[in-house]
């Protein structure tokens, strides 16, 4: 662990970041400024000297203390002073990083294949989670389910949502991000096609529990996939396009269903096709090459410069000459997400995300037992699910409908969320999004009229939804590389504890009043109000950071206003 520091009469660095006898047993001591680095006054006059500068001056490099230690000594006996790396611009043939290299190469057909296979990955991911909505009615009529039994079917898919994304971000931050994509994606397809041959209630409650596991896995993996491979101008529209294919996820399940759940057993078909998206996704995968900010912190110098290598000649960029900067970072742990300087800042966003959670997904829900419920004379529109011969809940043709145009409302949500986070900030869209969405959550409690009541449910759909884009865009540009998926893992996982809680609650609690469900809604909504004003960090524009160092450096930075960014 660092700790820097910038005072008028140089640097300071103490517990220095490897555990190397030399530089444990280093005094603490001042660092003269360098000629070399833009400074007055002489140079350092050893080799740990010239070390010690160099890891303060260029924190980001995340250089190995053996190539620091190799190139000082070459650079001191040719009277050189040190030099702070080239650009991929450059053409000297020395130094550049992955930054560099992602910010030149910019927004082109390597960036468009990777959104296109993650994109299938989030359709995927909507699809699955749809589905749950789509099919409880005829599981309870079928297998003759109670309330609890039919509330836990789609809980059951959100708990180890949780578990899965926990657990999966930490191995992708330590095996890499494509490996545990495509283990995510074989159990996933596997675990589909088992769930449509369901013979039980409790066979078909496993196989959904697999399949939460694996989409929680894979959604958080791949949400920091592709920020990894995007300019920092560009990550919010790959948000934006994420969110895009999830949308269109949800439309093709509601489309579906409006094909195939009239016929007998159409709830099979439903899975069965359910899980073609899920194929694609696996098979595209295999095309795929590992994110080369994870292979340049394990030091993988090789494959990484492969991988630029291949997004310089598919975006017509000429390939960066020098040596790629790497580091031998290990992989972040648990306990890191919630250590300084993540403290505050995580606390934060775990409660934005079980809030967020609940809202979004507890809607999908809700609006369907408002329809079957008629609630505040919804059935102005669409005629209200009815009750066969055998005694079974049907929806109807229109009512189908209904649940594409629901699944639209979230797209303009998606789209204000981008575009107020690049024009006012992640904080402050965060801010408009979540209290205007608490005023319609409040106001769907009083029923005026139908017409009233609709404007109502898609004025909170689209809020929720902007809440939902800017926190998937902040909450991967908080964390350093070595730990993002760890974090952003973790954090996915705790919001899908609020989306069971929210379904959970929602389907139990409207047996016996919608309101009782709403007052859950408004509970949270107040809850989420609070705690937006205490997050201050903004990272609008900021470049994503890779390790440790790098971070502490920006936050001195932005502390001490020398950035010329937000302070936090």
């Known amino acids: 662990k660092a700790v820097v520091s910038t005072q008028s009469t140089g640097y300071y660095i103490t517990n220095n970041l490897r555990p190397n006898a030399q530089c444990r047993n280093a005094r603490e001591r001042p660092l003269k400024s360098n000629p070399g680095m833009g400074g007055e006054g002489q140079g350092p006059s050893t080799n740990l000297d010239l070390i010690r500068q160099r890891q303060l001056n260029e924190p980001s490099s995340g250089e190995s203390l053996a190539e620091l230690r190799a190139r000082a000594s070459a650079e001191q006996s040719r009277n050189e002073p040190l030099k702070p790396p080239k650009q991929i611009e450059d053409e000297d043939g020395e130094m550049f990083d992955v930054n560099s290299v992602i910010e030149k190469t910019g927004w082109g057909t390597y960036q468009w294949r990777v959104m296109l296979v993650m994109g299938i990955m989030s359709f995927a991911d909507a699809a699955e989670i749809w589905l749950a909505t789509i099919i409880l009615k005829d599981l309870q009529c079928e297998w003759n389910l109670n309330s609890v039994e039919k509330a836990l079917i789609p809980a059951i898919v959100y708990f180890f949502y949780a578990i899965g994304s926990s657990v999966s971000g930490k191995l992708a931050d330590k095996f890499g991000r494509l ?110 090459d590992e994110s080369p900010r994870y292979l340049v912190i394990h030091e993988e110098r090789d494959k990484a410069m492969q991988v630029i290598e291949k997004i310089c000649s598919t975006n017509g960029v000429e390939v960066p000459s020098g040596t790629l900067y790497c580091s031998d970072v290990r992989s ?204 201050k960090r903004e990272t609008r524009g900021a470049q994503l950071i890779d390790t440790r160092v790098s971070e502490l450096t920006l936050l001195n930075q932005q502390n001490t206003g020398t950035d010329g960014s937000h302070r936090q």
Not at 489 to 497: A, E, R, S
């Open 332 to 535: 972040g742990d648990y306990s890191e997400i919630w250590a300084p300087p993540h403290t505050a800042g995580s606390f934060q966003i775990s409660i934005h995300f079980v809030c967020n959670m609940f809202l979004v997904f507890g809607i999908n829900m809700l609006i369907v037992d408002m329809m079957s419920q008629n609630y505040c004379s919804m059935e102005i529109y669409f005629d209200s699910t009815y009750v066969d011969a055998t005694g079974c809940t049907v929806y109807t043709k229109s009512e189908y409908l209904f649940l594409v145009i629901i699944a639209l409302a979230f797209l303009p949500g998606f789209i204000i969320g981008t575009m107020g986070a690049e024009t006012i900030g992640r904080r402050w869209t965060f801010i408009c999004s979540i209290y205007i969405g608490a005023v319609f959550t409040v106001m769907m409690l009083f029923c005026f009229n139908g017409y009233i009541t609709y404007v109502e449910v898609f004025g909170a759909i689209v809020c929720y939804s902007v809440y939902n884009e800017v926190l998937w865009i902040y909450s991967p540009e908080f964390y350093p590389t070595y730990m993002r998926t760890t974090a952003i893992g973790v954090q996915n996982g705790i919001g899908k504890l609020g989306a069971a809680a929210g379904t959970f609650l929602t389907e139990y609690l409207d047996e016996f009043d919608i309101r009782y469900s709403l007052y859950c809604f408004v509970a949270v909504e107040v809850v989420a109000c609070v705690t937006i004003l205490f997050m």
């Open 179 to 288: 490996p545990i994509l495509l283990v995510n994606g074989y159990l996933l397809v596997i675990s589909a096609i088992a769930s449509a041959c369901a013979f039980d209630y409790y066979f078909f409650l496993c196989c959904r529990g697999v399949t939460g596991f694996c989409i929680g896995g894979s959604y958080g993996c791949s949400v920091v996939y592709s920020a990894e491979m995007m300019p920092a101008n560009r990550r919010s529209w790959n948000i934006l396009i994420l969110e895009i294919f999830w949308t269109v996820g949800s439309v093709y399940e509601c489309l579906v269903a409006f094909l195939v759940m009239d016929l007998e057993g159409g709830w099979r078909y439903q899975v069965i096709l359910t899980a073609v998206p899920c194929i694609a996704m696996l098979i595209m995968l295999h095309f795929m």
